[in-house]
């Protein structure tokens, strides 16, 4: 967690971007908690992170002092990189005083933080004047406008002395409606160009719509930090090399109902079956395998336009109703945006399920670090059932794969088993 | 690149490629100058182009005219800008009307390099900003560098110059680094855009400009604020265009500079923005300067008598919201 700064003062230690999970490689700081100067305990929160998927807490390591915070509020930096300094040791009473500089000090310019604006800033007025005044540009910008300011300071609609974002907020008021600004801003158009468009007209958001459906103008969608780490990632699994597996399943047998659903006998059934198969629950580093001992199994699972990939630990030690439980809180914690990262690391294998859209087959891409995921179709009549099995070659060969395969397709035709499973939930 | 490194790299460019120039001043030859800008220069070139002087300033000056005149170019540098006021004589009345008296058959290739600013805890008598000593005279060229890039272009310039040049630097800056590139046709009356902005025009010069930069960006990044930095070279003549063109597109105007607020560098910008672009205008200027004090020598109260970072940020925060920004 820690090194030690060449030419820093011996006990100066640096606060480093911690690395939450196997696949973080940014983090960024979301707010601190503690400021510099302040004391911190071994195991006090000093920053919330984010990263991935989720906003963890920053426990310090060590006592100290914070000295400096090198990298502020809302900025992303990478795993390892320093975010803060800290003087270790006891509270100190006494600020030290200043050492004196030296004549031929190459002097530093020094990334200090913004200073808070002091009180009195943020309680500065601007400057009122009796009705009447504008600045000079205000007093031309009115002009080409056609506004007579002296009416409107006197029905108190422009602040005097009126300033030239007084007017352009008086225009937007004037001739938009909130849902058609709202819209402006959206489509990043400029307020000039419709007002040119449509003059001395009251824009509202049928008009605006109708505007750029003419003009042919694009909507723009910012991507959430969430789904920007997911596209990464997805792009990194795609230089996984890996190839596929089709199967047509039959699971006639499995009595899903509305509580515990298909998926939900999915995730146990095929958390089991890794039980049996060491390389399903491995994860692959340059010269070696780390074999997970339980089956820790991913979802898929989509809230309004974001895709999450919570995780089931331990599904081998969990009965049905723990797991259809746990997937509902999951989901729940999906929706508030609350996911720790704990609840979105450690899976080797995800299922992702499309059949209650009546996909018939389809296959998936592994997500990044892990080394398997099924594609589960819809289920017809007779119980059949497509899946896609895309597996990372890396780990699990073509042998490994089909032997995996071929003991699920058991396992689900296995009364006794699917009998005692739901005794068991 | 260090700042004294590239002043002294022009140097020794301009002394290797002409003969006629010369180097004098306290303490430049042997020791190396008293900022290590001449730092070498002895060696390579000798006593006869590096050449020691009393501590003198006005006869240092005075020599220099004299040389300039019979055909050399020289370079003088006076230890710092507080020193010069003993040569204000040879500056005002023989340096800035030769060329103008002789009816321009007199050329007088010469430039005085000096220090001037706050640096730390050297007490009034070494700490002043003078520049609007110099740059109120007519016939003088007064030229400034910011960072190495000035620096290097800006002293080759001014030695290239047929007219007299008064080179100001800063102390502080002697041991900054900064980026340093070869520009070609550098023009050093044309003042620099540093940072791209919409609605405030902040100009400095010299040391400030960094300090100004560092609170423009907490500015953009805190509140929203986006400001045009310009960098002045140039003191006199002053690239007004430039400033003209920018105010035109954010209608407000901030100076920003180390010297005391009143009759400073920035009087004249804001009066002549007034003067220009009245009805431009969205906010009176606003002047960030040093206080009307002599520099203090205690540490805290030298830096509470000049513009800080902290200080640039706050004023131009307030001065927003009591303006209608």
Not at chain 1, 44 to 51: K, Q
Not at chain 1, 393 to 411: D, M, P, T
Request: aromatic share 10%.
């Amino acid at each position: 967690m820690s090194v030690y700064l060449a030419g820093a003062k011996a006990m100066d230690y640096e606060v480093l971007m911690p690395q939450f999970s196997d696949t973080m490689e940014r983090g960024k700081i979301v707010r601190w908690l503690k400021k510099e100067g302040d004391y911190v305990e071994k195991g006090e929160v000093i920053a919330e992170i984010e990263a991935e998927k989720a906003v963890m807490e920053l426990q310090s390591f060590k006592k100290g002092t914070i000295k400096r915070i090198l990298v502020s509020e809302g900025q992303e930096v990478e795993v390892g990189k320093p975010i803060a300094i800290m003087e270790l040791g006891e509270r100190i009473e006494k600020p030290k005083l200043e050492e004196k500089p030296k004549l031929e000090e190459k002097p530093k310019v020094e990334e200090r933080k913004p200073p808070p604006p002091p009180k009195e800033i943020e309680k500065e007025k601007r400057i009122e004047l009796p009705p009447g005044f504008a600045s000079p540009y205000a007093r031309l910008l009115a002009k080409e406008k056609g506004i007579d300011l002296k009416e409107l300071q006197e029905e108190g609609r422009l602040p005097s002395p009126t300033h030239a974002k007084d007017i352009e907020e008086f225009e937007k008021e004037r001739y938009f409606t909130p849902k058609a600004l709202e819209l402006l801003r959206e489509y990043e158009l400029s307020l000039e160009e419709l007002l040119k468009e449509f003059p001395n007209k009251k824009i509202d958001e049928d008009l605006f719509l109708a505007y750029v459906e003419q003009k042919g103008i694009p909507r723009r969608v910012p991507v959430s930090s969430v789904q920007k780490s997911l596209i990464s990632n997805l792009s990194k699994s795609f230089v996984i090399p890996h190839y596929h597996m089709y199967e047509v399943f039959d699971l006639s047998l499995i009595p899903w109902d509305k509580e515990i659903t298909l998926t939900h006998w999915l995730v146990k059934i095929v958390g089991d079956a890794m039980q049996f198969f060491e390389r399903l629950r491995a994860v692959y580093k340059e010269d070696h395998y780390l074999v997970y001992p339980s089956s820790n199994v991913g979802l898929a699972i989509a809230v309004g336009d974001e895709l999450y990939n919570p995780v089931i630990k331990e599904v081998n030690r969990k009965s049905l109703r723990e797991i259809a439980q746990e997937v509902r809180e999951l989901r729940k914690r999906a929706e508030e945006g609350k996911l720790s990262l704990e609840d979105i690391r450690g899976a080797t294998l995800t299922i992702s399920n499309l059949g209650m859209f009546g996909i018939r087959a389809f296959d998936a891409v592994i997500p990044y670090g892990q080394v398997c995921i099924i594609a589960v179709g819809m289920q017809e009549g007779d119980g059949k059932t497509h899946m896609t099995f895309t597996f990372d070659h890396r780990v699990i060969n073509g042998f490994h794969g089909a032997l995996f395969v071929k003991h699920l397709k058991e396992k689900v035709l296995d009364k006794n088993y699917i009998k005692m499973l739901k005794k068991g939930a | 690149m260090l700042y004294r490194d590239a002043l002294n790299l022009a140097l020794d460019y301009a002394m290797e490629h002409d003969p006629r120039v010369v180097v004098l001043g306290e303490d430049v030859g042997f020791y190396g100058g008293n900022y290590r800008v001449t730092d070498g220069l002895y060696v390579k070139y000798g006593p006869k182009r590096v050449i020691d002087t009393p501590i003198a300033e006005n006869s240092i000056v005075g020599t220099a005219i004299g040389m300039a005149l019979m055909g050399l170019r020289p370079v003088a540098e006076i230890m710092t800008v507080n020193f010069a006021m003993l040569a204000m004589d040879q500056f005002v009345n023989q340096m800035a009307k030769l060329r103008y008296m002789s009816g321009g058959k007199l050329f007088l290739p010469l430039v005085v390099r000096m220090p001037q600013g706050v640096a730390k805890q050297l007490a009034s008598q070494h700490s002043q900003s003078l520049e609007h000593f110099f740059a109120s005279v007519p016939g003088l060229y007064v030229f400034c560098a910011s960072d190495s890039i000035s620096a290097y272009h800006g002293l080759l310039h001014a030695i290239r110059m047929d007219d007299p040049v008064v080179f100001l630097e800063h102390v502080l800056l002697y041991g900054m680094d900064f980026p340093s590139e070869y520009v070609k046709n550098f023009d050093p009356f044309k003042a620099r855009i540093l940072k791209e902005g919409k609605d405030i025009t902040v100009v400095s010069y010299l040391k400030m400009v960094h300090d100004t930069l560092k609170a423009c960006e907490w500015l953009e990044e805190r509140d929203g604020i986006s400001c045009e930095v310009i960098d002045l070279i140039s003191l006199r003549p002053i690239d007004f265009e430039t400033i003209y063109e920018s105010v035109r597109k954010t209608h407000r105007l901030v100076v920003v500079y180390e010297a005391p607020k009143t009759l400073g560098l920035g009087a004249e910008l804001s009066a002549r923005i007034s003067e220009e672009l009245f009805y431009y205008l969205d906010a009176p200027p606003l002047r960030i300067a040093g206080e009307e004090v002599p520099i203090p020598y205690n540490r805290k109260l030298e830096l509470m008598a000049i513009p800080t970072p902290e200080k640039i940020y706050e004023r131009i925060l307030s001065w927003s919201k009591s303006h209608g920004l």
